[in-house]
Each structure stands twice: as C-alpha cells, then as structure tokens.
C-alpha cells in the first residue's frame, strides 16, 4: 500500500518536483560558472554554462511531458481516478511554463556580470 | 456499476446498544481541576493554540505601536535607538515565529480532525507537546524585552551585526536558541498533521474530495518538513560561531555571511507561503459557505496550491538581489517570483468565479467583509510583489519603507484577513454563541481603514527615501506628515483589534458538545454536530459538501448509523484509512491525557533556554527531566494486538493495531528522515557553499587524514547496516538475545564511526576554529556524531523494552522505528565520508 502511495505521490508531484531539480540545477551551474569562470568560454555566442542551462532546460521539458504522458497510462491501467491523471498533466504543465520562463533569461542577460 | 447507499444500508442499524454513547463520552472525558493541563483533546489543544497565538498577536502589536509612536514626529526621543532595534527585531520575529505558523497550525489541530471525519489526530500527546513547547517558550523569550536582552539583530538576523564581534551580548543567542527549539515544535506539529490528513480522512473522502484547507495543510506540512530545516541548520551554524568560534560567516577566515542569507531565505521565503496557503485554504472553505456554491475550479485551486508548495522554493534569492550575485543568478529568482503570480492568481480568479455565482451573498456576513478585504489588500500587495522581483526597481526599493509596506500588504492583507475572517466564521464551532455582527462590522471597518492609512504611505515615505528600521528621521527630510498618517492608522488597526476583543468577551464562550452549530449552512464535515469525542459515527463521503449532497448525514451521524459509533474496549480510537482511497485500514487506539507532553515540553523549553544563559547544570537538568518524560510517554505508546478485531459495521472487522510499514507510526518516522536528511542537505549545502566561494581555504589532498581512516570509518557504518538488517530477521523469528546484541552493536557502530573520523581529523592538527573549510568539516562529522548518538538512545530504549518483554514481532514499532534511524545514519554517514575525504580529493 505504501509503495504504491510513494509512487502515485511521485507521478502526481512529477512536475513541480522536476521544476524543483532543474532550479536548484540552472542556479549552480551558473553559480559554479561565475566562480570558477572555467564553463564562461563562449560557443555561438553563449558562454558553455548557459549551454548546459539550455540543455537541462529540454531534459526538464522532455521529463515532464513524459511523466504527464505515463502517468495517462498508468492511471487508465489501474482504473484510478481520472483527478490523478489530470493533477499530474495540470502540474506538468504550469512547471513547464516556470521552466522556460526561467531560461528565457539566459539569452537575454550575461552570465556572470 | 455503482450503488448509491440508500437509508436502508448504512453501515449501523438502530437502535444503538445502551450506554453505547455514554461509553464513548467517558473514554473521551477531559481532565478536570489540575490535570485539566493534561489535556490532549486535539479541540481542547487547538484551542489554547490559537488564543496563544493571539495573545502573541497582540504582544507583538504592542510592540508595532510603540515603534509607530516613536515614528509619528521626526527627531523623536521617546523611545531610544537601543531598545527600538530590540521592537523591530521582536516584532517580526515574535509575529512570523510564534504568531503567524503557530496559528495556522492551531487552526489545522482544531479543525482538520473534524473536517476529515476523525475523532482527533493520530498522535495526540504529540500536539500537546508542540503546543506547551511553544507556549512556555515563547513566553518566556517574550520576555526577554523586559530585561533589555532581547535580540535586535532584525528579524533575519544577518551576521556579522550579529556575530559575536558586533552583538557580544545574550540578545542574539536568546533567538538563535529560542526560535530555534521554537521550530522543532512547528515540524512536531507537521508531521503529525500531514499523518492526519493522509491516513484518517473519512471513508470514501478521494484526494479529489478532500476539503482544501486540508490540501494546503498537506501542502503546508510538506514545506515546514523541508523548509525549517535549513534555518535550524543556520542558527545552529551561527551558534556555533558564537560559542566555539568556528568560522562559518567570518570572511577573514573564509567564512561567508552570504551562506547565512542563502539558508535564512531558502526557508524565510518559503515561510511567507507556509503562512498564506493556509490562509488561502480557510479562505476557499469560507466561500462556498457564504455563497451558498461550491468552490469553483476546486481542481484548478488544488493545482494552484501544490505548485505554489514548491514555486516558492525558488524565490529565495529575490531577497538578496542587492548582495553581488551575478545578474542571470538572479534573473533566474527573478523569472520564478513572476511565475508563482501564475497559481496565485489562479486561486484568486476561482474565489471571484466562486462569489459570482453565489445563490447567497446578501447582507454581507463579517467573514465575508474580511475575505473582501483580503482581496483588496492582498492583490495590492501581490503587485507591489511583482514590482519588487524586478531587479532594477528593487535596487532602488530594497531595504526602505516600500518594503516594510509590500510585506505588511502581503502578511496582514494575505493571512491576518483571513485569519480574523476565519474567527468569525468558525466560532460556532466551538463556542455556545457566535460573535456579534454589529461589532464585528466595527471590528472590520476599524482595521481595514487603518491598515490601509498606516501601510499604503509607506510606499511613499519608502520611494521617498526613507530606510527601514531607523529610529528617527530629520525634520528636514519632509517625511513628518506621511509617518503621523501611519502612525493613526496603526492605532486605528489596534483600535479594531481592541473592539474584536470585546466581542470575543462578550460571546465567546468555548465549548463543543454545545456549540451554536452549522449556522452558515455549510457542507463540509465539521459541521456536523460534534461531541468532546468529535462525530459520534463517521460517514462515508460521496461528495466535496456531504452536508449538501447527502441528505439526513446530520441525523444519521449523531444517531450512530454510519462507522464506528462506539468505543471499542472503552479507548479512545480513531479510524485509520488508505492514503489514496481512503478504505479503512484499521482502528487507531489513540492515547488519552498524561502529564508527560507537558514535562517534556517544560524540560526542552528550559533545556534551551537556560543554555542561552550558560547555565549548565540547570540546563543539563531540564534535558534530563525532558528525556525522562519522553521516555515515561513512549514506553506505552507501543501498542500491540491487545484488543480483539473490531466491527465498525457494514460488515466490516478491522484490527485494532497496526506494524511494519502500512502503520501510522511508520508514516511519521518516514517524515521524521526526511527533516533529518534535509537538515544534512543544507549543511552539505554549506560546505559547498564555503568551497565555491573561498576554495583556497581547502587542502592539499596530502593534508588530509590517510585514506585508511574513513575506510575504516565505512567499513564501520556498513557493520552497522549488516547488524541492523540481521536484526529485523532476528525480531521476525522473536530471538530476544541476538536482537538485543544485534541492536547494541549496530549502535555502538553508528557512534564510533564519526568519532574515529573525528579524531582522524584532528590528529592532522586540523581545528574548528582556523578555516571556514575546519568549521564545516567539524560541523559535518559533528552532525554525523549527533545521529550516532540518536542511535545509541533509541537502541538503549529499544533494547530496553526487549527486556522487559515490550518487544514481540506483532508489538514493533519501537524497534522498526530504531532501525530505520540506523538506515538512515549509515546513508548519511557514507555521504558525509564521501564528503569530507573524497571530495577535496578530487577538486584539490
């Protein structure tokens, strides 16, 4: 019962949990940058560490869409209701706008100034 | 297919058995004379709770005044800048700290059993406990002020102001100590209200039906359990510095007082919504009352909380926008302050929606003025919100009175609105009569105008120039007549609370077996008539308002016809049910008054307290009498299969105990890891923290403690693991001896592990008060002690209880308790390792 709790709760909070990670993971990095200036090199015109930002950006995106998308599945498998199914896609979601608003900025601020 | 219960097929039949009812009202009784301190009613508690609560509203209002007074005229001497530092520093700390949590918890423990169809909460010594720890804690460093020594460092408490250089004297330790403790008290209260709302909500109440104020409790929990931490860990840290002079927050020895306001706010802001969703919440029960319609949008306005429960964890940094952080760092705090308006105002559109379609709104009950109010005054805040997380006008603002009016805004128009709204509202739940219209009116009027003519200058006199937290300002500067404008509205807002104390005088009289009842003709459960033993049978739910939707609940819950109308073997008992679906699981006994919630609770507050004024043996005594009272409460709390399964009707037996991991007591001690993993998060935090910022203060790989000695120290940690896991085999098949061996040398283990690293360490000539980078490795290793040490207690206790015959496979939880601590311990003690010898290895 508590292990199917744990993991409903995990399908459920997928979003904001994700967008959590990806938060704490685009401030360190840039954080990281700043103070040791070794990820500051520019590539096409973004310094490496903003790079990496993008890319955690999509891996954020992509992992969102996927939960919302499994836990669809899941929720019809099982026969639970279609709430969990809805709260999850809903969180997913309003994370997913967090997430790029969040990293629109890396293309409109430098790094490190 | 499913089938619509009808009359005929409610779980109990009538008539009920004689006596039934008085049987139930005995094992519920409340203590009477002396041991009426013993009391752990979750309606008795909930209620001391909040007039506590209040009573430190008032306090800290005091304390506002005194300060608006000393600001009515410029140049003022009334009032000096020693004892004005002390009224800012009070007024903040004693209203975020023990007015605004401390309520909306008191809110939760009066009203959250009820509203889920529980007879109390599942652990209720535990909120008696919380509560006594609060209430003599606060007390007592309330009264710090009469004696001068009360902090002044601001209610933030940034170092160095208040490292020991700059604040030699107690006033900082009271806090650092005081809220500290004070804390512990607010996660006690959270664990035990997420285990309530998760496992004792009435048959058939789905996470789709659940009230929303449970939902933001829920939520609630979640963010004090991962929030609290990281201050604890920061006042610890500061302590620290203070007593032992380890260097956290000393940038001459590579410290860093930054590392301070990146713990102070990964909790500070976060707590700003642990004080408004909760307020949110009564506010989306008290709509649909007023209005005669449900909520609207009830899944938008659940989705809108969950995802402001974790948005809010990203605006930290928007309190430090002026401190040099690189400007894409902050755009990225900046980005996530604008993006929680987003559930914000999803909330606020549903509460309009709500009122627009209302079938009942007219004549405009007091609640309903408050919640109006709220919005008012709340979105104005909200804006003022959006402009100071843009960067550039924040530069300008910060620190001047246009923040002072931005919080007030926010934390007056966001929780004490709805607070006092919610006074009015559920008074008749617990009160013989309810309170007055007419003053009420007065009561609203006095404080909305006056909050509005204290605050909204402020934005003026802030853009104007004028710095928070100065004592006086110059004739000159031409800011005279706004702060006399706030000034009157201050007193205007006092004159409010004054005429709602009155009215509580007047009508206020408490009691639950004779409340006034559902006078709004409300849905939800709490309404049902109650008794001291909360709903004499608990219903099964089909709908969001039972009350609307199921016709005749009222009669048929007070007539005993639905679950569990009876006290089996004449215990107090609560239903348990599953988390998701809420079936019933078994039935809960729940323990009755005693005085050990209150000895513990006077044995912590004096522990701490008394160690602010380095008095030792006293102090040390306090500890003892708190331990002893722990141990006296807990040696009963493990209950076993001493009861015989139990029909609750329908048909339906349920054991009256519960082990292992589908049990409540194992919920709580899950939560319980995860405070203690974040409390080891933000210390790893700080350690990374120091590195990033001053790295040079690292060794040299060869200036470390040999490679053998936290091999060693694993291999140690990992013998732990072994034993603990033997020994669950070992309490399966009941060997009393091996367990015990098994448990002993396990904790044994867990403790020598962190003090052979310690001593590696020291022995490298290594010392706490040298580096930042010493510091935070002794810190480390400390706090991997510390859990060696919890070990060994819980061992000994558990050991103990094997002894004398406590301990059997179907009696557990003492043991499975003990042994998911040591799981834990030796997780964290391998990360520590990997920490303090891997790591410098490999940036070094």
């Not at chain 1, 938060?23 to 973004?46: D, E, H, M, P």
């Not at chain 2, 914000?344 to 009122?355: D, E, G, K, P, S």
């Not at chain 2, 379609?357 to 709340?378: E, Q, Y």
Request: one cysteine or more; hydrophobic letters at 55%.
């Amino acid at each position: 019962m508590k292990t199917r709790f744990s993991v409903e709760l995990l399908y459920l909070i997928a979003g904001p949990l994700i967008w959590l990670v990806h938060f704490l993971f685009i401030y360190i990095v840039n954080a990281l940058a700043c103070a040791r200036s070794a990820l500051t090199g520019l590539w096409l015109g973004l310094p490496v560490s903003s790079w990496i930002i993008v890319a955690g950006s999509a891996a954020a995106l992509a992992g969102m869409a996927l939960a919302a998308w499994r836990q669809r599945a899941r929720v019809h498998a099982q026969n639970a209701p279609p709430f969990h199914a809805w709260l999850c896609a809903a969180l997913c979601w309003l994370s997913a706008v967090a997430v790029v608003w969040e990293t629109l900025p890396v293309f409109l601020m430098a790094a490190c100034l | 297919m499913t089938r619509q219960p009808t009359q005929t097929e409610l779980p109990n039949a009538l008539p009920r058995p004689e006596g039934e009812l008085e049987q139930l009202e005995r094992a519920w009784k409340r203590p009477t004379g002396w041991r009426a301190l013993t009391v752990v009613n979750n309606t008795s508690i909930g209620l001391l709770y909040i007039a506590t609560a209040l009573l430190f509203f008032i306090l800290a209002g005091v304390l506002g005044l005194m300060m608006r007074t000393q600001l009515a005229a410029p140049d003022s001497n009334l009032i000096g800048h020693e004892l004005y530092n002390q009224l800012f520093t009070m007024h903040g700390t004693v209203m975020m700290f023990l007015f605004a949590v401390p309520a909306v918890e008191a809110v939760a423990v009066l009203l959250l059993p009820n509203m889920l169809g529980a007879r109390d909460l599942p652990f209720p010594r535990l909120s008696a406990y919380a509560y006594w720890a609060y209430a003599i804690g606060g007390l007592v460093f309330f009264c710090s002020i009469f004696v001068g020594l009360a902090p002044d460092g601001g209610w933030f408490m940034y170092p160095p102001l208040t490292s020991t250089q700059y604040s030699p004297a107690v006033n900082a330790d009271l806090w650092l100590l005081g809220i500290g403790f004070i804390e512990i008290s607010a996660i006690a209260g959270a664990i035990e209200l997420a285990v309530g709302i998760l496992r004792t909500r009435a048959p058939g109440m789905t996470l789709d039906k659940i009230p929303v104020f449970a939902w933001v409790m829920l939520v609630f929990c979640g963010m004090v359990i991962i929030a609290f931490p990281a201050v604890i860990v920061a006042t610890a840290l500061l302590e620290l510095e203070r007593a032992f002079d380890m260097p956290f927050f000393i940038a001459q020895r590579g410290g860093d007082p930054l590392l301070w306001q990146h713990l102070f706010w990964f909790f500070g802001h976060p707590e700003v919504y642990i004080i408004f969703l909760p307020a949110a919440g009564m506010v989306s029960m008290m709509i649909p009352a007023m209005t005669g319609t449900p909520l609207v949008g009830y899944r938008l306005v659940v989705l809108a909380v969950v995802s402001t429960g974790f948005l809010s964890f990203g605006l930290w940094v928007h309190h430090m926008f002026a401190t040099g952080i690189p400007q894409l760092s902050l755009s990225f705090a900046s980005a996530a302050s604008m993006a929680v308006s987003v559930p914000t105002a999803i909330q606020i559109f549903a509460w309009i929606a709500t009122i627009a379609a209302a079938v009942r709104l007219r004549p405009l009950k007091t609640p309903m003025l408050f919640i109006l109010g709220f919005f008012f005054v709340f979105v104005i805040g909200g804006l003022t919100g959006v402009m100071v997380a843009v960067i550039p006008f924040d530069l300008q603002a910060h620190d001047t009175y246009f923040v002072v009016a931005h919080l007030h805004y926010v934390l007056f128009g966001g929780m004490v609105f709805p607070l006092f709204a919610a006074f009015y509202y559920w008074t008749p739940f617990i009160s013989a009569r309810r309170l007055s219209e007419r003053l009420g009116r007065w009561a609203f009027w006095l404080m909305f105008v006056g909050f509005n003519v204290a605050f909204f200058p402020m934005h003026f006199t802030g853009l104007a120039g004028m710095p928070r937290r100065v004592y006086t300002y110059a004739e000159s500067q031409g800011l005279g007549p706004l702060n006399m404008l706030s000034t009157v509205g201050a007193y205007l807002i006092a004159a409010g609370v004054l005429v709602f104390l009155i009215d509580l005088a007047r009508n206020f009289r408490p009691t639950i077996d004779n409340n006034a009842g559902n006078v709004w003709d409300a849905g939800t459960l709490e309404w049902l008539p109650s008794g001291s033993y909360g709903l004499r049978s608990v219903p099964t739910v089909t709908s969001r308002e039972p009350l609307w939707d199921q016709p005749g609940l009222a009669r048929q819950v007070v007539d005993g016809q639905h679950y569990l109308p009876n006290s089996p073997a004449g215990l107090r008992t609560t239903l348990v049910t599953s988390a998701l679906d809420a079936r019933p699981d078994y039935v809960l006994p729940l323990p009755g008054p005693a005085w050990s919630p209150l000895l513990a609770a006077v044995g912590t507050a004096g522990f701490f307290l008394l160690l602010t004024f380095k008095l030792m043996l006293l102090a040390g005594a306090f500890g003892v009498l708190a331990v002893v009272s722990l141990w006296h409460w807990l040696w009963d709390a493990d209950t076993g299969p001493d009861y015989p399964p139990v029909e609750i009707g329908g048909g339906l037996r349920l054991p009256m105990m519960c082990s292992g991991s589908a049990s409540h007591a194992s919920w709580a001690m899950v939560l319980l890891l995860i405070v203690c993993a974040s409390i080891f998060g933000s210390l790893m935090f700080s350690y990374l923290f120091l590195w990033t910022t001053n790295p040079q203060a690292w060794p040299a790989a060869n200036a470390l403690p040999a490679p053998g000695w936290p091999m060693l120290s694993a291999v140690m940690v990992l013998a732990a693991a072994a034993l603990a896991a033997a020994a669950g085999r070992l309490m399966t098949q009941d060997r009393q001896a091996a367990l015990r061996w098994c448990v002993t040398g396990a904790a044994l283990l867990l403790a020598a592990a962190p003090a052979l690293d310690l001593t590696a360490q020291w022995q490298t000539g290594l010392r706490p008060q040298a580096t930042a980078y010493t510091a935070a490795t002794y810190a480390v290793a400390g706090l991997q002690a510390l859990f060696g040490g919890i070990s060994v207690v819980m061992a000994i206790f558990t050991v103990a209880r094997s002894l004398a015959g406590r301990l059997r496979p179907t009696r557990r939880a003492a043991f499975d308790t003990t042994r998911a601590m040591m799981f834990y311990t030796v997780a964290q003690g391998l990360i520590a390792l990997a920490l303090l010898h891997a790591f410098p290895r490999l940036t070094g």
